[in-house]
């Protein structure tokens, strides 16, 4: 495994996805009990079937335990890859989770700890990832320009995104209450970022404190960003630029959960109540 994670560096993996991707074959490996050079197609087979049939593992898990496999096989052992000729499960079509403006109002309202208010604000005004709030520095904002720089996201990109007048608000609130140093938000140790983990938490009580009974994670945050924005009528091809989306087809799927148009639309339900039908 030392050689796969050495070989997942030099390629350039982000840190999350080679823990996935690490995670992914030892449980292959373990669950098969075997020499990878004696592992069969069938075996293969075999194996996804049951993650998916038995273990009721999404698609999107089962894909990425295929392409961990495969790199297994093709950039650390160098074997023939014909056994890993097995089909990819058909990518799910799931829509986003989006709160409503009021939604978000209420659970930013309800967070009284300065810090926590800071992380979920920023999150949502700028449309960031867990993985890019936790890793911003002072250098990062631009308040002159009101911009944020996001350093090596997704895919290893730069980008610049919104940096909302309210928001830097409760974070010079913030930066004069806590003192921040290297990390815009440093965990128990200034030397280290907050963990995405604790994010998550953060986010989770905010929504149990705001009342809204749902089963979501902070990254509904980042949908709701980009959905409002289109809601408003911001330009698809900007949100993309905002979010960092490399293909326009992953931006255009907030059309699917925007009301923008869809409220225009009357129930025939409501036009015969109103016509007195019923």
Request: proline letters at 3%.
């Amino acid at each position: 495994m030392e050689s796969m994670e050495q070989q997942l560096i030099l390629i350039g993996f982000s840190d999350k996805t080679r823990k996935a991707y690490l995670g992914h074959v030892n449980r292959f490996l373990q669950a098969l009990k075997k020499d990878p050079g004696s592992i069969s197609r069938d075996d293969i087979r075999n194996y996804f079937v049951t993650q998916i049939e038995e273990r009721k593992k999404s698609h999107a898990y089962v894909n990425q335990a295929l392409s961990s496999v495969k790199f297994l096989y093709k950039h650390v052992l160098r074997q023939n890859t014909d056994v890993l000729d097995v089909p990819r499960p058909k990518k799910e079509q799931k829509l986003p989770q989006v709160l409503s403006q009021g939604e978000v109002a209420r659970i930013l309202s309800v967070v009284k700890n300065i810090k926590h208010k800071a992380i979920l604000t920023i999150t949502y005004s700028s449309g960031l990832r867990v993985s890019e709030v936790v890793r911003l520095t002072l250098s990062d904002l631009q308040p002159d320009r009101k911009l944020i720089r996001i350093r090596q996201g997704k895919g290893k990109k730069d980008r610049y995104t919104l940096l909302s007048d309210k928001a830097m608000k409760v974070i010079n609130q913030y930066i004069t209450y806590c003192e921040p140093q290297k990390w815009l938000f440093s965990g128990e140790d200034q030397e280290t970022h907050i963990s995405e983990r604790t994010v998550q938490v953060i986010f989770k009580k905010a929504l149990e404190k705001a009342g809204i009974k749902k089963d979501l994670s902070v990254h509904c945050l980042r949908h709701s960003f980009a959905t409002h924005l289109l809601e408003s009528g911001t330009d698809l091809r900007y949100i993309q630029e905002l979010l960092g989306h490399k293909s326009s087809k992953t931006t255009e799927i907030y059309t699917h959960v925007s009301n923008k148009d869809l409220a225009r639309i009357q129930s025939p339900l409501d036009l015969m109540w109103k016509n007195g039908q019923i």
